[in-house]
């Protein structure tokens, strides 16, 4: 059950209440997104804690088309944590003022905390290298759009898996869905660490990791690429090191499949050149299109009745 529930994990849904909400996302795609009143009178508030385009934007649009309000902060210039107020205190605040808040921080392992601080539901728009529950959904969702299905394909993730939290909640969201086994293509010190591998075996994924996208594009079907994550290096020269290092130019495509899609997050550097944008492989604009009416359907389910209307009881 959706309703009153924190987003903070993808593996803390099953792929029942996953499927839920996609049934949702459906729906609200079904009438075109047209606006709607179902949230008139809530307040969703957005405390983003970094930088963010798309997530809060989407997250803000969904709101507006459901007929609720917004407030928040898209940084922390400008609130009271200029003069020195918590997180904590700042989320306890927000609480009072709204009836869901979404979140974006950069602390491993935060979300946890704020959840228990605030009555109102929490939902999880980015947590350090870990978790981006939010954005895993859509990109799940748009696997379904584009292939009809999630089960029975073959799966590469390329970049900098080593601290990118989206691919990892990309993954996360795979083995819910019974994938066994996912391709990462990287240079070696940016592969997932020893940790995540662990966790991920335990959930019944085999990783195997490539250093070329050369030696296994002919054989996927999913293809998801990844940004150079230089804010989360230790310092930018390091950063540096790996500047180029992968880029998945059309050269590199040519034994692609002719049904290969390409997902990516956004925002994307020089890993993935516009001469992709044009190719039938590129999926990553329907991702942000999708975005929409996922985020509807977490906010519709969180708030309302509306699985049960779904599910005929009401
Ligand atoms: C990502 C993020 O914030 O992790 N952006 C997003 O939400 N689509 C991806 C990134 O910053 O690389």
Same mark, same amino acid.
């Given at each position: 059950m959706w309703k009153n529930r924190d987003l903070i994990e993808i593996t803390d849904f099953t792929r029942k209440d996953i499927e839920i909400l996609f049934k949702q996302a459906d729906i609200f795609l079904e009438t075109r997104l047209a606006p709607l009143k179902i949230l008139e009178g809530k307040i969703m508030a957005t405390a983003f804690f970094e930088p963010s385009t798309r997530t809060r934007l989407s997250f803000e649009a969904a709101m507006h088309r459901l007929g609720g309000s917004v407030i928040g902060f898209s940084s922390t210039a400008g609130t009271s944590m200029e003069k020195g107020e918590s997180p904590e205190d700042t989320i306890r605040m927000l609480d009072t003022y709204s009836d869901v808040i979404v979140i974006r921080h950069p %602390?491993? %392992?935060v979300m946890e905390g704020f959840a228990r601080l605030a009555k109102q539901p929490l939902i999880n728009a980015g947590e350090g290298q870990t978790n981006h529950p939010t954005q895993a959904l859509v990109d799940l969702y748009t696997i379904i759009k584009e292939k009809g299905k999630i089960e029975g394909l073959e799966y590469g993730v390329m970049g900098d898996v080593k601290h990118a939290r989206t691919v990892k909640d990309f993954i996360k969201g795979l083995s819910i869905f019974g994938i066994r086994e996912i391709t990462v293509v990287s240079p070696k010190k940016l592969a997932p660490d020893e940790s995540f591998v662990k966790s991920i075996e335990w959930r019944g994924i085999k990783l195997n990791h490539y250093e070329k996208i050369e030696d296994v594009?002919?054989?996927?079907d999913v293809l998801y690429l990844v940004r150079l994550q230089v804010e989360r290096f230790s310092n930018l020269r390091e950063a540096k090191e790996f500047k180029g290092s992968y880029i998945l130019t059309l050269e590199k495509l040519k034994s692609a499949k002719k049904d290969l899609r390409i997902l990516h997050p956004l925002p994307r550097t020089e890993e993935l050149p516009s001469e992709v944008d044009n190719t039938p492989y590129a999926a990553y604009f329907k991702q942000v299109f999708y975005s929409i009416p996922v985020r509807m359907a977490i906010l519709s389910l969180i708030l309302t009745d509306i699985e049960r209307v779904q599910e005929g009881l009401i």
């Open positions: %602390g491993e %392992g594009i002919s054989r996927l």
